[in-house]
């Protein structure tokens, strides 16, 4: 089975001090490297799959455990693109025009962003996603991803308390604020905009040839 972890694209502390390293250790080391192990062990009753995207679909009816495992795995890798050392801030590019045409200002996106990631009740995610000619903000539960839904993720915040709560325990709007103020990743959210389509990162591809191995 060749479900990797994707490693991260900074250093451990290279949030800080808007997340930990403590933190992102613990949430790439060990949470994010969960799903992947369990990924791999329950994938042996999908030996057909190709792409991890292919799995998260195919298993996106029952929200059983090889769904929660891959969908998870696949978030994650997402999720440590969606933010970078020095982001933050006023977008940039097309995405700029696109938040400015589908809500108004950057202003108003941010506030809605924080209302809708604030606002989603227990464990989740919050994206900006593409869906049509109009960019959305929408929150998911548990696992549940844009993947399934046939929208175009192009930034995500993961909302899980394991994401924040060493760093800023209760306050979740401080860590949403964080997030828009210093470390979303425009440039990564301009690239999905401009693609158009799901680019995953190649360690999180599954090789058939592995697959079939087993
Ligand atoms: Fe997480």
Redesign the pocket.
Known sequence: MNVTLPPLPYQLDALEPHISRRTLSA?HGA?HAGYVTRTRALMRTSPDATELEDVVRSSARDRGPLFNAAAQTWN?AFLWRSMRPGGGGEARGAIAEAIEASFGSQQSFHQQFITAAGDQFGSGWAWLVKDGERLKIVTTANADTPLITGQLPLLTI?V?E??YYLDYQHRRLDYLAAFLGYLVNWDFANENLAAGRLSPPASVKVARQVVSSL
């Open positions: 949430h949470h994650h993961d899980w394991h994401a």
